[in-house]
Nanobody, 112 residues
């Protein structure tokens, strides 16, 4: 059974960079896709990025294109989210997801 653990969140200033990591325990199959979502209070969970495990095909939400990059590391069984040029509106709890499995989330706060 797959388990996910996010890490790397914190408090940063606008314009800063931060990298989140999703550590995957269990078996990821080549056809699987790993997702990053984010959520703020009162809003629906928003798609951020995803990567297909086999062929490394990546997708991004419109609000993060050009600023965020998703990386898969098959050796470490991690999926990292590199976030650059952070904005206050990027403030959220970020979640990793595979199938119906979700991590506990890691909080990112972008503020002066």
């Amino acid at each position: 059974q797959v388990q996910l653990a996010e890490s790397g969140g914190g408090l940063v200033q606008p314009g800063d960079s931060l990298t989140l990591s999703c550590t995957i325990s269990g078996t990821i199959y080549s056809s699987d896709r790993v997702f990053w979502y984010r959520q703020t209070p009162g809003k629906e969970r928003e798609f951020v990025a995803s990567v297909k495990w086999r062929d490394n095909i990546k997708q991004y939400g419109d609000s993060v294109k050009g600023r965020f990059t998703i990386y898969r590391n098959a050796n470490k069984n991690t999926v990292d989210l590199e976030m650059n040029s952070l904005k206050p509106e990027d403030t959220a709890v970020y979640f990793c997801n595979v199938y119906s499995v979700w991590g506990q989330g890691t909080r990112v706060t972008v503020s002066q």
